[in-house]
Nanobody, 128 residues
Framework: QVQLVESGGGLVQTGGSLRLSCEAS????????MGWFRRAPGKEREFVST????????YYADSVRGRFAISRDSAKNTVYLQMNSLKPEDTAVYYC?????????????????????WGQGTQVTVSS
């Protein structure tokens, strides 16, 4: 099992920045990819970004590319999501996820059902 704990959410004005953190514990050696998803009120869960644990290669949703940056600290078993130029439409609960899948291709890791482990979520609210 892998346990994930997110932190760093909060309230920020349009154009502001936040950094989310997700610390993994447990059988972290089994992780191959970690990702961030979000769910806005009344909407389905949406892919935000993913990172391959071994190489650090990244992939982003079009809606956040150029504004958000995902990174990881292997020594701390932690993945980060730096969010800049925030917009009201970024308001959502943000979830960290991890998978041990070995599939190639970024699209696989944009699908939430391909992740085995999930954090509890952290609220991000962007005021206009």
């Amino acid at each position: 099992q892998v346990q994930l704990v997110e932190s760093g959410g909060g309230l920020v004005q349009t154009g502001g920045s936040l950094r989310l953190s997700c610390e993994a514990s447990g059988r972290t050696f089994s992780m191959t990819n970690m990702g961030w998803f979000r769910r806005a009120p009344g909407k389905e869960r949406e892919f935000v970004s993913t990172i391959k644990w071994s190489t650090g290669s990244t992939y982003y949703a079009d809606s956040v590319r150029g504004r958000f940056a995902i990174s990881r600290d292997s020594a701390k078993n932690t993945v980060y999501l730096q969010m800049n130029s925030l917009k009201p439409e970024d308001t959502a609960v943000y979830y960290c996820a991890a998978t041990g899948a070995g599939a190639s291709g970024a699209y696989y890791y944009t699908l939430p059902y391909n992740y085995n482990y999930w954090g509890q979520g952290t609220q991000v609210t962007v005021s206009s």
